[in-house]
């Protein structure tokens, strides 16, 4: 029943991959919950990324560029690389499976229309952005994301995620942490351009690009490539490393649970 | 074929909602569910409900006072609330609620203080009293009551509350994100937990304030019991729903949660809170001499509506989004936590003692009413 339910899951992520190519384009203007209009960036563009993740090594370089490129504070992270270990109950025998994860600039974004101030928004090359002059801290943003992308930086008080570097990309650069993937897993690009990397890459490999969590409808446009189906929707993981506070809430220090 | 997954670094997630989201939740949903109770005697006048009416508006307008302030207290940039009303999103639901709390704090001060004038005024003719000087301040001028004002305050205010009611509910049902919260059944589940918490509030004022009225407690006890058979059933619906997959979302919820022994703990508790409540509610409705003690039956009823809200708001927040495992929920002492649960409740027992010295709430008579 769980395999079964996983395989649909891991069929459906697969259909979304491909249902995303198709431009979602009258989203805008309707009731409570809906998307609002799109502004500002450039609409003839569409951003994704695709995440190779063959390529990934887990060395979280990616981690560590974007908190520096980033400046969040410690201890909060734009993207991270989640390290599984993976145990074959049958064989013992024992894998290990790396997943970047960072915000999917998703096609239908469960974390703009909840905005009350219209701070979080999505521009019109996709890319889902906050306004941290306008954000009121309340929220509902880092709630409303079923990726965990969001979280409220404790410097600026306000909503803080990944901009796919948007202050980079829109200046010709490369994403902090594209540029220093060791083992180029990660391909930023405009999926609407057909001669771009990402998009060959994508048309190449179209069946078997996976996104996250397809069930939650979010058309999400971080794809993966060469991805286990049984880590799309919530692996039945524990997290095994839980950093240890003093009792004034300072971290002191990491912990291993249950070992 | 069966893994075994061990997440080997995990990220520190923050609650992005402190306790003072609970507060607000709770103190919210005992305003609106009181200024309900106070309508039959108030707004139809009918004469047996006007003391539960009397202490219900005391309730209602207390608690409507002091709900923004935590509302205003859980944004992490509280200076800028205003721009709820510079840009505001008609999409999102939090932004609706932004639009409506403020007609409805207004309106519910608007009820009280009509209600309660011709008391004022009363006062304000006894004497040269410091109260009697202060009763004459407040009734702001020299001038009748009119005698539709209550009427149609309370009722515009009630509107207002049904509208507090569905955004509240529904600005956390709609979050897909987390299937705990991702149901229908939730706004429900929060006016009716509100109800019982409101009712047990006012049988425990009703002890305290107002001098152990029978008809409070007779009446208190019943509100209780529908809304606690109402619960009953919809907390039966939802589980239903989630055991047999008829909604996937409450299945995913159940599922998330279902290893837990925390979470089989607080189910179990709630079950059993939910079950004496109930029985001792029937015992004392059908036993009028135990009546005397609903004011305690009112605190058990308090703490179920705040706990209700608590297990809702924040330990919902700890079930991991990426993994099945748990993030850990540290309440801290401090402004975020358990100084804000506790600061919020003094507030509200100032404003309560505050009102209690300024006005003759206890007076509030629709007869008069009629003649100021
Ligand atoms: S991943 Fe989360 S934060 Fe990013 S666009 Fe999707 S819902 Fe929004
Ligand atoms: S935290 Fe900021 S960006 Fe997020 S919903 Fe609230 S106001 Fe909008
Ligand atoms: S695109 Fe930029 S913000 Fe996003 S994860 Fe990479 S470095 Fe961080």
Not at chain 1, 195 to 202: A, E, G, L, T, V
Not at chain 2, 18 to 23: E, K, S
Not at chain 2, 34 to 46: D, E, I, T, Y
Request: with cysteine; charged share 15%.
């Amino acid at each position: 029943m769980d395999f079964a339910r996983r395989t649909l899951l891991g069929q459906m992520a697969r259909l979304t991959a491909g249902a995303a190519l198709v431009p979602l384009s009258s989203l805008a203007n309707a009731g409570i919950n809906d998307q609002p209009p799109r502004r500002e960036g450039d609409s003839s563009k569409r951003y994704a990324m695709l995440i190779d993740l063959r390529q990934c090594i887990g060395c979280q370089a990616c981690t560590v560029s974007c908190h520096i490129e980033n400046e969040a504070p410690l201890g909060s992270f734009r993207t991270i690389v989640s390290q599984y270990e993976v145990e074959n109950e049958d064989t013992g025998d024992i894998a290990t499976m790396m997943l970047p994860r960072l915000c999917n600039h998703c096609e239908a974004p469960p974390c703009v229309p909840v905005c009350p101030v219209q701070a979080t928004y999505q521009r019109e090359d996709g890319i889902v952005v906050v306004n941290n002059e306008a954000c009121v801290g309340c929220a509902y943003c880092v709630q409303a994301c079923p990726y965990d992308a969001r979280f409220i930086n404790e410097k600026t008080q306000t909503a803080d995620k990944c901009t796919f570097c948007a202050h980079r990309l829109d200046v010709g650069l490369l994403p902090a942490c594209v540029e220093s993937c060791v083992g180029g897993a990660r391909i930023i690009g405009d999926i609407r351009d057909p001669d771009s990397q990402i998009s060959r890459m994508m048309a190449e490999h179209h069946d078997d690009l996976m996104v996250l969590k397809p069930e939650q409808g979010t058309s999400p446009h971080v794809f993966y490539l060469g991805m286990d189906e049984r880590f799309v929707t919530r692996p039945l993981a524990d997290p095994a490393i839980w950093d240890v506070r003093d009792n004034e809430g300072k971290e002191i220090g990491y912990e291993f649970a249950g070992h | 074929m069966s893994l075994l997954a061990t997440e080997i670094l995990t990220p520190r997630y923050e609650l992005a909602w402190y306790p003072w989201a609970v507060q607000y939740f709770f103190m919210i949903a005992i305003s609106y569910s009181a200024l309900m109770l106070s309508l039959p005697g108030l707004v139809f006048r009918r004469e047996r409900f006007l003391p539960l009416a009397r202490l219900a508006l005391l309730v209602a307008v207390t608690c409507t006072l002091v709900g923004p302030v935590a509302l205003l207290a859980d944004l992490h940039q509280p200076a800028r609330f205003w721009h709820f009303y510079a840009s505001p999103a008609p999409w999102s639901w939090m932004s609706i609620g932004a639009v409506l709390l403020p007609p409805y704090v207004v309106l519910t001060i608007l009820y009280g203080y009509f209600a309660w004038r011709p008391a004022l005024v009363t006062r304000g003719a006894e004497g040269q009293g410091w109260d009697a000087k202060l009763a004459r301040l407040l009734c702001l001028g020299n001038w009748q009551t009119p005698q539709l004002a209550v009427i149609v305050f309370g009722a515009l205010a009630a509107l207002f509350a049904c509208g507090i009611m569905l955004y509240t509910g529904a600005e956390i049902a709609i979050l897909a994100s987390r299937p705990l919260w991702n149901t229908n059944w939730l706004p429900v589940m929060f006016v009716l937990t509100g109800l019982i918490a409101a009712s047990g509030l006012v049988m425990l004022l009703n002890r305290l304030m107002a001098g152990a009225n029978a008809d409070v407690y007779r009446q208190g006890l019943k509100v209780i019991l529908v809304a606690i058979l109402g619960a009953a059933v919809v907390a039966a619906t939802w589980f239903i729903q989630g055991m047999t997959g008829y909604s996937p979302s409450v299945q995913a919820a159940l599922e998330s949660v279902r290893h837990n022994p925390d979470w089989t703990a607080i189910a179990a508790w709630a079950l059993s809170a939910g079950v004496v409540l109930f029985l001792v509610t029937v015992a004392m409705l059908r036993a009028p001499k135990w009546q005397r003690w609903a004011w305690l039956l009112g605190l058990l009823a308090i703490h179920m509506g705040w706990a209700f809200r608590w297990l809702v708001l924040m330990e919902v927040q700890t079930v991991a989004k990426n993994t099945a495992g748990y993030y850990h929920l540290a309440v801290e002492a401090g402004s975020y936590g358990l100084l804000g649960i506790i600061g919020t409740f003094g507030l509200w027992l100032a404003v309560l003692l505050i009102i209690d010295i300024l006005v003759p709430w206890r007076d509030v008579n629709n007869a008069r009413s009629a003649t100021y």
